[in-house]
Every structure is written in C-alpha cells, then in structure tokens.
C-alpha cells in the first residue's frame, strides 16, 4: 500500500491528517493559518464547495449565486497546478475581531507560473474562520524575493 499523500499546504503533514478534517467537514479551522492553509489544499485537491462554505457572508462572493461561485472556482481550480505554499507572516485577531496571514502561493496553469502573494484578511463567523478579503500581486509585481515580506513590508 502507498504512503498516504502529502497534504498540498505544505505543512509536512499528511493530507488525511492535516486538511481533509475540514475539507470533509468533521472539523473547523482552528485559527486563520489553518483555514488559509486548507482553503490552498482546497484549490489543490478541487474542493470547490469547501471554498464557498469557507468565504465569510460579507466576501463579495456570498452575494452571487453559490452554484454559479463554485462552477467557477472548480474551473479555476482544475486549470491549475498547486505545489507549494509558504505562510510568511500572521497577525492574531485584533479589536474587530480580524486576523492576517501573508502567504506565497506557488500557482502554474499550462506551464506558466501564475504565483503571488497574498495579504488575506479572516473573520470568524460563529461557525469557524472565514476568509474575508485580500490584496494580491503577482510575483512580476514584486520588487524584492517574496519569502523576505512581512505584513508591515507589504506593499498595499
């Protein structure tokens, strides 16, 4: 029988071990890291309706039709390659109840690397983290290595 996978996050867990809980629904996120992390394993493993279940109700999305969202996130997701991820920087929830990670996320579709890094902001909803919003650019965007950014060196 062979190994069991690793899990696409990069975390060095197994994927049975670390994502799949949320991605099956017996388990929440227990901060932002990991929901961030599992949304990424999501992309990778095809998950589209854990992406939809996991956009907090104030993600522009939320105001679409859910079968429209997913169709188009399954399809983004099957165009695409996923192998690495890198979580730079995180910030604990603050006075509003916000939370941040910044993260460098290894994307290739036919070939093409499509890699950036993300200033993510996460919100819990009674339920579980959710993701909220974020601010983006592509690696051609950035001026200096992307593992050497911080939140506070982010540039928004």
Do not use: I
């Not at 070939?111 to 200033?119: L, Q």
């Amino acid at each position: 029988m062979p190994p069991a996978p690793p899990c696409p996050c990069s975390s060095g867990l197994r994927y049975r071990e670390c994502c799949a809980p949320f991605h099956k629904g017996e388990a929440e996120a227990p901060d932002a890291e990991r929901l961030m992390r599992s949304r990424y394993s999501a992309f990778a493993q095809r998950e589209a309706s854990y992406l939809w279940k996991t956009l907090h109700p104030q993600h522009p999305d939320r105001a679409r039709p859910e079968a429209d969202v997913v169709r188009e996130l399954r399809a983004f997701a099957q165009g695409h390659q996923f192998p690495k991820l890198v979580v730079m920087d995180r910030q604990a929830p603050d006075a509003q109840g916000n939370a941040q990670v910044l993260f460098f996320a290894k994307v290739f579709e036919k070939g093409k690397e499509r890699s950036f890094v993300e200033a993510s902001d996460f919100r819990h909803d009674g339920v579980g983290w959710r993701y909220l919003s974020g601010h983006t650019l592509m690696l051609r965007e950035l001026t200096v290595p992307p593992e050497s950014l911080t939140l506070a060196t982010f540039p928004r």
